[in-house]
Structure formats: C-alpha cells, structure tokens
C-alpha cells in the first residue's frame, strides 16, 4: 500500500492508493455508465495529479437542508448528497480519461438511511425500459436524484428505492435509457457505518465522466415536489435550477429517510470515497475527507436537544431464592417516526448492575464451551463459528431500518482469550441482511462479593426500536437468585452517544418472594464409612458432606474420626512445604481423592470434571500446630474455565487420649474469580491401599463433626461408624513386670513393665497392674507432680517425672517415647502419665490407687491403636516410687494384670516380678585340686 | 484446818476430779492456727506414794479456723507430769530397719515383744490442682534404740491411699519444773511438701514383768496431799514445731486420787 499525501480542498487529506476496495462487489451493474454514488453528499475538490490510474478530479460530499444549505445538526434528516468527477479526454468534457469501474464512499458511524416505511421499485419495473429509456419506478419510491454526465451531456433522473434480498440492507437505483446503475448499501463490521458504493459499474457503454447523486431527507417533504419523476416519463432539466415545471407529490410516507449522526463528537467526522477503473481495476484512488467544499467541517452539533428516553428492563426467570435463574433483558427506545423533531440518541453503553446475591452459576458452567475472538470473527462479516456449546443465551434486535429483527445468540468468549482480557466477557452475534452485529460484552464480577455488572459499550450508532435478550433458565442458568428472599433492585444505566456522560439510570424491582424456607438455616449432612467394614482391616476411608439448597455455605469442616479408625503412614511419602500450598504435590504423596458438587439449583456442577484434571489428597507435614496435613487439591476446571487449583490445607491431629483423628480444615474458599462457590457435596476418599485401619472394637463409634457456616453458624453432625468380625481377632497380650537394683526391704527398685503383642490380635481397650504387697509407695521420694496446665504447656518440671516410657507401633515410623509424670488428676491421687511423643504426641494416663494393699495403676481407655510393644521404665535408686517392704527374694512376688481388648476379650495373668535374684552371685571357681 | 473445813475441801476436791475424770483437752488458737490437744490418764486412782502402771493418751490435732491448709508441723514434743516415770529396763528394743517398711502386722511381727502403745496417725495431702486427699494410718509405738539410745518408734501404716509405712523416732528426755520425761521427734515429710499433719494419738502404755517384777513402760503416783480425796497435776505438755519457725505449746492438766 502506497500513502500518498494530496491537497483536498483547503485541507490536507490522507490519500490511499491501495490494491484492494475491501469489499465484494455484489451490485452487478455492467450496463450502466459509469459511475455511482453513495449515500450524503458534499464537494471536496482534489487536485488532480497526472497519472495512468483512475483518480477523482474532484470528489465530496454535502448535508444540507432541502434549499441547499448545509447543516450539522445532529439527530436531524438533512439531504445528502455526494459529488465526482474525473478527468475527462482532452477536448472531450464528457468522456473521462479512465472509465469508472467501482466507485464507494465510508460514511461516518451514525449517519444512515432508513428505507424501511418506502414503497420499493421492483427490479423488474426498475429494470424495465420504456420509450425514451425511462425506468417504470413509481414516484413514491422515489428517495433522491441523480445528475451525471452519460458521455454526451449532464442527465438528471430520480433515485429510487429498490426491492432487495436479504444479503443487503438496502438497494438503490437509477437509470436512463440503457443506463441502470444500483447503490448497494452495506454495515461497515466494527464503527457499523454505512458504507455504499456501486461496483463493476458497466464498460460497455460510454463512462461517465461526473455523477451527483443525492439522497433526500424526508422524500415526502414538498420541497422536493419540483424533483420528483413521473413514472416513465422523460426528465430533463439542464438548467439544474428546477428538475419539474410542476410539482408533483408523492404518496410515499412523510417520515424521515435520512438520519444524521446522534453524536457530537469534538473532531469532525469523516468521509472515505474510493474509485478505481476499468483499465487499471483494482488501483484504487482513494479521498478521505472531513469538510465540505466550502470547508465547513462535518461537526455534529446540537445533541443536547437530542431526547433519549429509553428503558431497559431486565426480568429474571423466578422469584424463587436460591435458585438458578434464566434472565430476560429487554431495551426499548423510544423512535421519532415523524418529520419533526429529532430522532432519538442511539445507546452508546449499557450498564446492568445486579443485586448482591445474584452470582454467576457454577452449574452453568458444565458442559459448556466458549468462543475465541477469531471464532466469533470481531471485526469481520464472516458469520461466526462458535461452538454450540458456547451459547448462553439468544438475542432479538428490532430496528427500524428493517424489516425482520436481527436474530441471534450470545456466547460465552473464552476466558482471558477476549476484547477485555477478562474472566468472564460474552459476544452478541446477530444477523442482519448482508452482515453481522458482533458486540463484546464485558462482565465485570466483584471478586470479593460475586456482584455482576454487565456492561456493553461503543454499541452501534445505528438506531433500533427493542432489543431482547433471553439468556437460558432451567437447572443450568447463568445466574443464581439470592439465598434470602426479599425485594432487590437491579440498578440499570444507559448512556447515550449524544451525552455520553448523561446516563439514564433506573432500579428495576427484582422480587424474591418464592421458596423462602431453609434460607439461612444450617443443617449439613454427614455421611462416612469404610469400604471394608472389618475389625483390624485395612480399608478406604470416605467422609461425606451435603449442604441443601439454600442453606449458609460451608465455611470450614472438622471430623474426629471414631477411636481406632487410623492410618499408617509408615512408607508414606510427604508432600514437601514448598510444593504444598500450590498444591502440586508429588504422587507419592497421594493419599486419596477428593470430589465436590458445586453451585446451587438441581444439577450442581462436580467437580473434578470428565476430561479435566482430577483432583488429590495428599499427605503433607506439620500445620498449624499440627504435625501433619492433608492438601486438598481440586482443579478449577469445568466447562471452558480453568481457574487453577484450589487448594484447601487440613490439619491432622489426635486426640492425645484417645488418639482419634482430629481433621480440621483451612477455610474454605468462598469465591473463585467472582464466581461465589456454594459446596452441596464434599467428598473425601482416603484411598491409599494398605494407608487406613480399622478399629479393633466392634462397639458403635460415631465419626463426629464441627461444620462451620460462613456466617458463623455451627453443626455437629455425627454418623454412627461400626465394624465387625470382632471376634476372629486375637487377644493374648504379655506384660512382663522386672524389678532392678535391691531386692532387700527398704531397697529401692527400678520397675520396668514391658508390653508386646502379637499379629492380628485386638488392641488393648484397659489394662490394670496391681504390684505384690512388697512393694510400698516411697513418698519420700515425691519431687512434686505436674499440673495439668504444666502438662498442657509441655512445662513439666523436672521432678514430676518418675520414668520414661516407649511405644512401638506398625503405623508408624519411628516409636513415640516421652517421659512418665505424675500429674494432677481428678482421681484421688495424681495420675500415672506417659507423654509419648514422636510423629504425634499421645498421653497414656494411668489411675493410681490400692488393691489388696497393692499399689494399682489402671489405665482405663487405652487408645484402640495397634502397638506391638511398649515399655514403662520407672526411675530407680532415690527416685524411685517404690520401696521394697520385703526381701524379695525370700518368696516370689506375683503382679495381678487384667486386661481387656478392644474385641471385648479379657485377658488376665499374674506374672512373677522378676526379679535379679540368685542372678547377681557369682559362683566360686573349684579350687583346683593339688596335684 | 478442822475436820469439818477438811471435810469440805475434800469434798470439793473429789467433786472436781470426778467431774474431769482422767481426761483433759486444751485448745489454742493463733491465729488461724487451731491445735487441741487431748491427755487421758488411766488409770486415775493411784498410790499416793510409789508409783503403778498407767496408760497415757496423747493426741494433738492441728487445724485451721479458715479451712486452709496449716503449716507444716517439723516437731513435737511432748512432756509428760514429773510424777511419771518410764521404764523400758527389761524390755526388748526394736531397731528401725525392722519395722521400716512394713505393714502393721509385719511390724509386730517383727517386733512383737517391744510394743509400747499404738494409736493413728493423720495427714492431709494437697498437691496442686489435686483435691485435698486424706491420709490415714494405724500407729504402733514400739521400744527402740537408735544410734545407741533409748527411744520410741511410731510406726505408722496406711492402706490408703497408697500402701505406705513411716516410723517417727520419739527421742526421750527429761526436763525439770512441772514435767519429767520428754518425748521429741521430727516428723518426715509427708508426700514431699504436699502434705500436713493432721493429728497424731498415741496411747502409751505396758505392763511388763522384769527381774519377776511387774513394771510399767509408764507408771505414776498421785500427788495429793494426805487427807485430800485427789489431786490436780500438770498432766502434760506438747510443742509443735511447725515450717515456719512458730512453735506452739499446749499444756494439759491431769487429776488423779490416790489408792489409798
């Protein structure tokens, strides 16, 4: 493309030269002279430069009143006219160097012709050729004139509004004798200006070497009585000054053809005229310009008289709360059909701004698909090729430039992918005759609350009468209702493009008066279970947790999982910190997976979607205090939308007593991307092979749990949780009970009590030690006891502890040992405690009392967890508790020990104290005989 | 004095021990501090010259006017009337290791010909953030030599809470004024610091033959004046030693009439 500066008028103009129109020409005219026309008028003369190409010797156009005056008023139905003329053959006036092959002219957005209330010519009358060459075109559509020079002179004929089909907007003509020539309006995609031109203009008969084409205001108005044709009569009027000796009428309506821009910008607008040949097609002289010949600029003015009265209503599908809802948007404004007056302003933006509490749908999202710029084909008139199931909702435009509504839909653009770079943005695609509205709509969501804004800006300056908009209802809407019921009001602006900053601003009733019951309340469902309901089985693990409809959100979930439901995290890979709170863990680390319904209505969206990536439960390290987590990772993927993981951290700790599971998650995000996440089902499955156990007992336990609301609300659901086949397991535990150091009274022994059990044998449920009647408490020795608030605060002092204990078990790593204290109890005496720590830290408290003058310790909920063994070994020496009140050796000493397994099977046996007895002499070497 | 003023006097005087009988209590308060302290003689008649076999009760209780827990009792001494005697020539002696630890009945099995008395022992325990618990025991004093010397083991056993001996070594002595013989022991320290003693009663008393003569572990005279029907003695005497530095005597009065 070549760029070439040229003197237009008294203004510098750009001037194109340029290969291509742009456009198809689809006006076949071969038989006319030469040359065409477009829409308005007005001279702006360009000095001709020696060339071989086509060029304009002079070109313009002119918006004036009926008398020849020009005018800018906006909004108003001025005549419009536009001027060529070429260079003629030297000598020769009449004959151009060149002859005219296409000839089109880009009007500025906003000024356009209406034929819609004219009668039309038919092409076959129009086409027609009766004595002397006139067309058989009634006058009544008749919508201009035309004077052009045909080769031998100036011919004046009318301008007529032709019959079209449905690929163009409109279809204009004029001919004489053997000359017929169509101007063949069409939208300009993006400003949605008229263009008009007349292409392929025939070669065979002598070209016209200037054409003054002129489109008239109101076509009824007398003032163009003196320029009317009768049909097939012959017209002639050299002088210009007066086309009829008398006036004639027409019977075509008295409303406005031509329509002036309703917007009144502070640049002129401007005019683009192209024009090629026949000898050189394609070389495109091209003029753009912004004033008239008398350099009066194309400055719309007067738009503050303009009226804009419209409304724009928007109507939800229901009046029920919390419930997913179509939307139907209706825009009317207001025409000015009449002569007087101005037309109404066009809509430059619309504004819908929603209550709070109506959100987009998560259950929309399912299934759908969206459309990409290149899809939807934004700034072209090629018809989109979105996919079906980017369709959210249809649209309906009646304006009055024709005759059918344009139809069309509104798609879902793709997220990011579109005009705003935003999450959520939309197309309008409808078609017209001949070309497309494609409009993006953004939709703004407030992140923090869901509110939605819908906003369409730069709409078309081209004039209609109602827009309706019908976005789908049904389970999967775009929109949700709020949860309470109430009155809302959905707050509308609309602004037009004569006073951009005058909005029409509007509180449209939004009524939410149905299904009213259970909004706000808070009653979660709890479901959980084990796939493998056995005792001491190794089984998934799946906790369940459903909202309904309407009720507070889920906030935060915490379970306890019942006494003895485990898990071994022998072997078991961590999800390290770094990776843990993208949620990007590696699979070693998976532990399970996660599934949740989101969204409100009968058919919530599930995530993880099919062919979306799944989602994960991993086992990570210490956590809010906790010594391990589990990282819920759900990919935010469904339908077209991928929002990235969401990523929910879940303190795992135990109950020190009873070493119950204790889950306790992050908050639950509420809002991803605008989009308010309403959980209706939370599913967690542990599913690791061989990572849960079942508990040992058979007694009804309960999962329990604390589900939080998001506005604070608390349930404790609890599901009863039972296994079974207790009775197949074992329950033959061994504790040894040894005594070191002095074995004579008054001595002071080291006690070490050692427990081990064998391969599928319950766990211990109560175990109670009575020690012989020779051993005393040596109260002497009492440092002091720790508190229970030392204890909770891992203050213990030195002299409260009295031994040191350890615990193997199989779920485990490492065996968890700690100190044995004294501690403050509400039994009698203080209480007997092992801190065990290690991977968790459990307390195993023991009671202390008297039986049959023995010292007991009873320890009277022993976790359901499986330990292979456990020692206690108590302090000797000075720190002993115990005294010998006996010698030790002088008769064996018997412990009591009763046991009872978690599978309600007792075991009791009264093993000896071993003692060093007998062990500690060292018999004398035999003298060796003398030889 | 005629035989009629005599006559009255008498009177009077046997009015008066028979209404106080054998037994006397005194309480003291300082402070808060309550302590009683409780004597019994037996039996209260007795020869005006020379001496008999008695039995004496002993029993002190320590508490506080606002329930909260006393100091410590360290010490107790008691001090018996000088008109007592005691007398362990004769009797077998128990050593400490005997009778510590040991229950009750392995204690007498151990020692069982040098008993000398029994009684109870009292203690409260008060750990933090525990209830107070009670401890209790049974108390058999037993004639003893500790390092050499003549003294008094109270052994004491509690079943409960815990089973549990201890063994107050009562040191002897003599004092002058008022009251002879001197019985003194530090108390151990119950449950380290947790505990305070309570009470401790101890009955003492044994007859016992030596050299074919019958004796008494104590014995007494009554030291009323020829012609009077009784006689009001200074009993006995207990020192409390407590933590805090404070001591606390309690002194009691006796009342016998003689034999003769």
Same mark, same amino acid.
């Given at each position: ?931 | ?170 040191? #002897? %002595? !003599? &004092?002058?004024?008022?009251? /002879? ?10 449950? +380290?610091?947790? @505990? ?7 009955? #003492? %008393? !044994? &007859?016992?033959?030596?050299? /074919? ?10 030291? +009323?004046?020829? @012609? ?10 207990? &020192? ?21």
């Amino acid at each position: 493309m070549s760029v070439v500066k040229k003197v237009v008028g008294a203004r510098e103009e750009t001037v194109e030269g340029k290969g291509v129109c742009g456009m198809k020409g689809t006006s076949v005219w071969r038989r006319a002279l030469g040359m065409v026309a477009a829409c308005v008028i007005v001279a702006a003369v360009a000095a001709p430069t020696a060339s071989a190409n086509f060029e304009f010797k002079e070109v313009g156009v002119s918006v004036h009143q009926p008398t020849g005056e020009f005018t800018r008023q906006a909004g108003a139905h001025p005549d419009f006219t536009f001027t060529y003329n070429a260079p003629t053959e030297p000598g020769n006036d009449n004959i151009p160097l060149e002859s005219p092959r296409d000839i089109d002219l880009d009007l500025p957005p906003g000024l356009v012709g209406n034929p819609v209330p004219f009668p039309a010519c038919s092409l076959s009358e129009f086409n027609s050729v009766k004595t002397g060459g006139w067309t058989e075109c009634e006058r009544n559509t008749q919508v201009g004139t035309v004077r052009f020079n045909n080769g031998n002179g100036v011919v004046y004929v009318g301008l007529y509004n032709l019959e079209h089909g449905s690929e163009v907007p409109a279809r204009f003509g004029f001919s004489w004798q053997v000359y017929h020539a169509t101007i063949t309006p069409r939208v300009r995609p993006g400003d949605y200006g008229i263009s008009a031109g007349s292409f392929e203009i025939g070669q065979a008969l002598p070209a016209a070497s200037e054409a003054e084409v002129t489109f008239w205001g109101i076509p009824a108005s007398h003032e163009h009585d003196f320029e009317r044709v009768a049909a097939g009569a012959p017209f002639f009027n050299p002088s210009g000054e007066v086309w009829n000796f008398l006036p004639l009428e027409t019977t075509a309506p008295d409303v406005p053809f031509f329509y002036s821009p309703t917007y009144c910008p502070d640049t002129a607008s401007t005019f683009t005229a192209r024009g090629d040949s026949w000898e050189h097609p394609g070389i495109f002289d091209t003029r753009t310009f912004s004033t008239d010949a008398q350099g009066t600029p194309f400055a719309w003015e007067g738009c503050e008289v303009l009226p804009f009265k419209p409304t724009l209503i928007p109507v939800p599908g229901t009046h029920r709360a919390h419930s997913p809802t179509g939307l139907d948007v209706a825009i009317e404004v207001p025409s000015n059909e009449g002569p007087e007056g101005f037309m109404s302003s066009a809509i430059k933006k619309t504004v819908i701004v929603f209550p709070e509490g109506v959100t987009v749908s998560p259950s929309a999202v399912g299934g759908l698909e969206a459309c990409s710029e290149a899809q939807a084909g934004l700034g072209n008139n090629e018809p989109p090729t979105c996919p079906d199931g980017s369709k959210i909702g249809n649209v309906q435009i009646k304006t009055q430039l024709q005759k059918n509504p344009l139809e069309g839909e509104v798609v879902l653009a793709r997220q990011k992918e579109n005009p705003f770079g935003s999450t959520y943005a939309a197309y309008l695609l409808a078609k017209g005759p001949g070309f497309y509205v494609k409009l993006a709509s953004e939709l703004n969501v407030d992140q923090k609350t869901g509110q939605l804004t819908v906003v369409f800006d730069n709409l078309p300056q081209l004039p209609f009468e109602t827009a309706h908009f019908d976005f789908r209802g049904g389970p999967t809407s775009p929109l949700v209702t709020p949860d309470t019921c109430g009155n809302y009001s959905i707050r509308t602006e609309m602004y037009p493009w004569a006073r951009p900053a005058e909005p029409v601003v509007a509180n449209v009733p939004m009524v939410i008066n149905e299904n009213c019951a259970g909004g706000g309340t808070f009653n979660p469902s709890l479901q959980a279970g084990v796939a493998n309901p056995v005792a001491g089985a190794q089984s998934p693990l799946t906790i369940r947790v459903r909202r309904q409809d309407g009720e507070q959100n889920l906030s935060r979930l915490e379970f306890t999982l019942p006494e003895g439901e485990l898990a071994s995290l022998k072997g078991v890979a961590l999800c390290p910190d770094a990776l843990a709170p993208s949620g990007n863990c590696p699979v070693a680390s998976q532990v399970g997976i996660a599934t949740t319904a989101l969204g409100t209505g009968a058919f919530p969206l599930f995530v993880p979607q099919p062919g979306k990536a799944p989602t994960a439960l991993y086992l990570a390290g210490p956590y809010e205090g906790a010594p391990y987590s589990l990282i819920t990772t759900v990919p935010a993927q469904a339908g077209p939308f991928d929002f990235g993981n969401i990523v929910v951290r879940t303190a795992i700790n135990l109950n020190p007593n009873t070493t119950q599971v204790i889950a306790r998650s992050d908050p639950l995000p509420q809002i991803l991307e605008g989009v308010p996440i309403a959980y209706r089902d939370v599913r967690i499955e542990v599913q690791k092979p061989d990572f849960t156990v079942n508990p040992t007992s058979c007694e009804q336990r309960y999962v329990t749990s604390t589900i939080s609301s998001i506005e604070g609300a608390q349930a404790h659901p609890s599901v009863p949780f039972k296994v079974g086949d207790c009775a197949s397991l074992n329950f033959k535990p061994k504790l040894a009970l040894k005594l070191k150091g002095g074995t004579h009274r008054g001595d002071f022994p080291q006690l070490t009590a050692t427990l081990t059990t064998g391969k599928k044998e319950s766990n211990i449920s109560w175990v109670s030690t009575t020690l012989p009647h020779s051993e005393f408490l040596e109260q002497g020795h009492i440092g002091t006891v720790c508190t229970r608030v030392q204890f909770a605060a891992k203050a213990c002092p030195a002299a409260s502890v009295y031994g040191y204990a350890t615990a193997y078990t199989p779920l485990l790593e490492r065996p968890l040992e700690g100190p044995v204290y004294l501690r403050s109890s509400n039994h009698t005496l203080p209480d007997l405690v092992a801190e065990l720590n290690g991977q968790f830290d459990v307390e195993l408290a023991g009671r202390i009392d008297s039986h049959n003058q023995g010292i007991r310790t009873t320890f009277e909920t022993v976790p359901d967890a499986p330990v292979t063994k456990f020692v206690l070994r108590f302090k000797a020496g000075k720190k002993s508790l115990l005294v010998n009140s006996r010698n030790l050796c002088k008769a064996p000493a018997k412990a009591t020990i009763r046991m009872i397994g978690q599978n309600g099977m007792r075991h009791d046996e009264q093993p000896p104290l071993e003692t060093p007895c007998g062990k500690g002499k060292k018999k004398k070497p035999a003298k060796k005989k003398a030889k | 004095m005629t035989r009629r003023r005599i006559a009255v006097a008498a009177a009077l005087v046997a009015l008066a021990t028979a209404c106080v009988g054998g037994a006397s209590a005194e309480t003291i308060r300082s402070e808060d501090l309550l302590i009683s302290f409780k004597t019994k003689l037996a039996p209260s008649a007795l020869p005006r010259k020379g001496t008999a076999p008695i039995n004496v009760s002993l029993g002190g209780s320590i508490s506080t006017a606002d329930g909260a827990p006393p100091p410590q009792l360290q010490t107790i001494t008691f001090a018996i009337s000088r008109h007592g005697r005691l007398d362990y020539r004769g009797l077998p002696a128990c050593h400490y290791h005997q009778i510590q630890p040991a229950s009750t009945a392995e204690a007498l099995e151990a020692c069982p010909h040098s008993i000398v008395g029994e009684g109870t022992f009292g203690a409260h325990v008060l750990l933090p953030e525990q209830s107070p618990f009670p401890s209790q025991g049974e108390a058999i004093a037993f004639n003893g030599i500790f390092h050499g010397d003549h003294v008094i083991y109270v052994q004491i056993y509690g079943r409960r809470p815990l089973p549990q001996s201890q063994v107050l070594v009562f040191h #002897l %002595g !003599r &004092t002058t004024g008022q009251y /002879g013989v001197t019985m003194s022991a530090e108390l151990p320290q119950v449950a +380290a610091n947790w @505990g305070y003693v309570s009470g401790l009663s101890l009955k #003492l %008393g !044994r &007859t016992f033959t030596f050299k /074919g003569k019958k004796r008494g572990f104590l014995s007494a005279g009554c030291p +009323a004046p020829p @012609g009077f029907p009784g006689a009001t003695f200074a009993m006995a005497r207990a &020192t409390f030693g407590f933590d805090d530095g404070s001591t606390l005597p309690v002194s009691t009065t006796g009342h016998c009439r003689p034999t003769d």
